[in-house]
């Protein structure tokens, strides 16, 4: 969560102006932040609204009816998702961050002419990076859309993974054929399918 800007706003608009009952927790690594955010949320009598210490990916909850993620770094936003797949979460907001996992996989010997330029390579990355991360979310039963949610100007960080549980999961086959012949596998394909994607069942 960071110093939880959005964290607060998210918290003031579902309680104050929509008038829901809401029980937001927000998740840092760094103990000063937390402290921060929670001497805020303590001083503007934000009741319901808690903040801890503590990895993503080692975080264990029963649900969670929203999980919503900004600028979590590389990895970070595949453990912030398995985690709201198992959670059986209905809405999930995530703008993920930098994103070096596919970069270092990556090879295509078609597309190898453009791959050499690392600019390029990093960015086509990126762009494969968040596509196979909606396009899992979609085997698992969600319908997902990759929207830019702010101007360039303010951050070039600025793509938005929605995705609204409908339980309706959709094959992977054509996913499975396009990341074999990138040689590039996320987390959180490993995460989602164990035993591998083409296996029917997985988490």
Known sequence: CGKAYLTFAIYHYLKHIKNMEVNIIGLDLKDDVINFCNKTAADLGFDNLKFMIGDIADYTSDYADMVVTLHACDTATDYALINAVKWNTGVILSVPCCQHELNDQIQNKLLSPVLKYGLLKERISALLTDGIRAELLE???????????????HTPKNLLIRAVKTGRPRSGEALKEMTDAIHGHLTLEKLLYPDGFGAKEGV
């Open 139 to 153: 085997s698992k039963g969600y319908s997902t859309q990759i929207l830019e949610f702010i101007d360039m100007e």
